[in-house]
């Protein structure tokens, strides 16, 4: 390659419902703006077709991960997650992927970061961003993660090798308190738009849970159809500008797009329901305990983000929130959650003792897709 590139290894990596770019952390600069050039540039931001570098033109598939090894006790990585702006050069550090925290297990099993032992390697992982800990339990075999297995989640084609994650004291990971805004729910008035019931539920990540019911829908809303409904979309921004400051994470709703694209969250609620999910298939209200959609970056994710679990796993936990509110009550105080997907169920494990939630464990596949050298010219840096 000519002198006007630099190189960079990367693994393109997926972890359960997303994708993303995988970085070591010894060849990046520090973390500032010469790290984001470098990384908005290999993903190929601010572009919405992404077409000039490795991202995939939608948040699941616009994300980074990278990867060094810890100095801290019992921990194998630290890992920081990045979601990068599609069409904005903008990256979002203040949160991280379940997801993918997924595919960083398997990325330090075969990148030998951990010893790896059959059947399962644990592997330790510290996120920088939240600060927090959490565990992937790896299936190994012959000195590698096992990718092939029978294992399926909604949303992902065929089956995998089953992956459990277990995120220890989840509570406050971006804001510090599992209720942001110090009540299991809060009322927004809007004026003429009308009067909005949320619930801010932050463990692993921080989410503004709406009713769907509120917003004129039924619940069952399939991603796709909701993004063809531009005044719920920009409804339910506003929304999520005004948690933002409710939560404490901006001063003024005004900025919260531009400061905090990607925190919270925000989706909605309704009880148990049939649905079709987007392959045809009919998912059955006796088969969840609530029906749930979630958005990001002003965009609904296709299908339920990890992080997002957690959080939902843990507002099931709390009475008077939206999510208690519309889950079935024969649920309540089980210590284990189904979520009603876009794709069909999604089972998040919830252990508490003496009323804090201790883990919350959540199962995903994961694989790596491709193993390289990344190019990016270098006048793009300057």
């Not at 991960?65 to 990256?91: L, M, W």
């Not at 990325?107 to 059947?119: L, M, Q, S």
């Not at 919260?256 to 649905?275: C, L």
């Not at 987007?278 to 029906?291: F, S, T």
Request: hydrophobic residues 35%; glycine residues 10%; charged residues 25%.
């Amino acid at each position: 390659m000519d002198r006007e590139c630099i190189s960079l290894h990367c693994s393109i990596v997926r972890g359960g419902t997303s994708k993303g770019l995988f970085l070591r952390e010894n060849e990046l600069p520090p973390p500032g703006e010469q790290r984001d050039r470098i990384i908005l540039r290999l993903l190929g931001s601010p572009d919405i077709r992404q077409i000039d570098g490795l991202g995939g033109a939608n948040s699941l598939t616009s994300k980074v991960c990278i990867i060094g090894p810890s100095e801290r006790e019992g921990i194998h990585v630290n890992y920081t997650f990045g979601q990068v702006s599609v069409d904005k050069a903008k990256i979002d550090w203040q949160g991280n992927c379940g997801n993918l925290s997924s595919a960083a297990g398997i990325f330090a099993v075969d990148k030998n970061y951990v010893k790896a032992v059959e059947p399962y390697t644990k592997v330790n992982i510290y996120n920088t961003n939240t600060d927090k800990r959490l565990s992937v339990y790896v299936p190994v075999k012959d000195g590698r993660s096992v990718s092939e297995g029978d294992y399926s989640i909604p949303g992902v084609p065929g089956t995998g090798a089953k992956l459990r994650m277990e995120f220890y004291n989840p509570a406050g990971g971006v804001t510090g308190r599992l209720l942001p805004t110090g009540r299991p729910k809060d009322i927004v008035d809007l004026g003429s738009k009308g009067k909005f019931t949320l619930s801010v539920v932050d463990s692993v990540t921080p989410v503004v849970y709406l009713l769907a019911e509120e917003l004129g829908l039924m619940g069952t809303e399939l991603p796709t159809e909701v993004e063809a409904m531009p005044g719920v979309l920009a409804l339910m921004e506003e929304l999520r500008c005004e948690a933002a400051v409710l939560a404490g994470i901006v001063k003024h709703k005004e900025e919260a797009t531009e400061k905090s694209p990607a925190y919270p969250k925000v989706g909605f609620v309704s009880p148990p329901q049939n649905y079709t999910n987007p392959v045809g298939e009919l998912v059955r209200a006796e088969d969840v305990d609530l029906v749930a959609r979630l958005g990001s970056m002003q965009k609904m994710h296709r299908a339920y983000m990890i992080g997002g679990a957690v959080s939902t796993g843990a507002a099931a936990t709390i009475p008077g929130t939206v999510v208690w509110d519309v889950m079935r009550e024969s649920a309540r105080g089980k210590d284990k959650l189904i979520i009603g997907h876009p794709y069909g169920p999604m089972e998040v494990d919830i252990i508490c003792e003496n009323g804090e939630i201790v883990y919350e464990g959540v199962y995903r596949t994961a694989r790596f897709i491709m193993d390289g050298t990344a190019y990016i010219p270098r006048s793009s840096l300057n």
